[in-house]
């Protein structure tokens, strides 16, 4: 677990005693992907002004995020959309810093034949050990509602599905994340995208994560934080290179040329603002989980 604290000086405090109490510091989670360090740069690191507001900042891959938000650990966090269907009395969704898009969505991959593994897949009961990125995951949904009858299911670190599936530990893997750049280059095959499966479904953009804030602050804060994200972001595309240095701390050994593919395939308007087609998507998710059964219905205001 990596634990940063970031802090700016104090603009004069807001009069409303709650922001006041609240504006000394807020926990943030987002994972260490180049796209979240691409959007969250600015903020954490004193590029704009973050209205008095100081963050303290935890990096885990976006599983590790769902979990933590399932404790009601953090103040604001990325996390899965799945994951947010079953959090919505807790968390509230922000406008800003949404990944949301078209042609980016998760791959279900092999080492085998991809048509035997799309042909067994079609079974009822299919009996294929798949590597997942994580229960809750939007990717684990979107793998379930192309394929209910997939149930054997093995749930992993994104980062080590590509090895899984190549050691033959299970038949397919459903990988996210800068792997959809890497995997033809170790001999893997691509059995479907379930990206494009939705996108067929719907006509929509795929929802893949959002950015929550607790239901419980007040409602000013909470649009100062959606304030401070997004222009978070657009100093993030005015000044692509800013945060380049942040970015590779934590690419490990991705290549330049795989970040930028990864944050420009992640990072679109729909991070700045999710806009009336964004939310639509994300409800059309969650219908879709509710009609399913996956989730039980939701009574609360999903966005803020």
């Known amino acids: ?11 004069p405090m807001s009069p409303n005693p709650a922001l ?9 989670g987002f994972s260490p992907c180049p796209n979240d360090c691409f959007i969250f740069d600015a903020m954490i690191h004193n590029k704009i002004d973050t209205e008095g507001l100081r963050f303290d900042v935890l990096m885990e891959d976006v599983e590790t995020l769902n979990q933590k938000a399932f404790q009601s650990k953090l103040d604001i966090t990325k996390l899965s959309y799945h994951a947010y269907a079953y959090l919505t009395k807790e968390y509230q969704l922000l406008n800003a810093g949404s990944a949301l898009g078209n042609n980016c969505g998760p791959l279900l991959i092999t080492i085998k034949s991809p048509e035997t593994i799309l042909s067994e897949l079609q079974s009822p009961n299919s009996e294929l050990k798949i590597g997942i990125p994580g229960k809750y995951t939007t990717a684990n949904f979107l793998l379930s509602l192309a394929f209910p009858g997939a149930k054997n299911k093995q749930e992993m670190v994104f980062s080590d599905i590509e090895n899984a599936v190549l050691n033959g530990k299970v038949d397919a893997g459903l990988i996210i994340h800068e792997n959809r750049f890497t995997y033809e280059q170790k001999g893997l095959k691509k059995v479907i995208d379930l990206g494009e499966y939705w996108e067929k479904q719907t006509q929509m953009p795929i929802p893949l994560g959002g950015i929550v804030i607790k239901r419980s602050l007040p409602d000013e804060l909470k649009n100062k934080v959606n304030r401070v994200i997004r222009r978070s972001v657009e100093y993030a595309f005015a000044n ?3 945060s380049l240095g942040f970015v590779k701390e934590h690419a490990q050994a991705m290549s330049e040329e795989v970040m930028y593919k990864h944050i420009n395939l992640y990072v679109n308007n729909y991070s700045v603002d999710l806009g009336k087609s ?5 409800q059309l998710l ?3 989980a509710q009609q399913t059964g996956v989730i039980n219905k939701i009574n609360e205001q999903l966005f803020i």
């Open 20 to 28: 006041q109490t609240l504006n000394s510091s807020l926990t943030i």
């Open 1 to 11: 677990m990596q634990l940063m604290h970031f802090e700016r000086t104090l603009k």
């Open 240 to 242: 692509p290179k800013s």
């Open 278 to 282: 964004g939310r639509e998507a994300v």
């Open 286 to 288: 969650f219908d879709k």
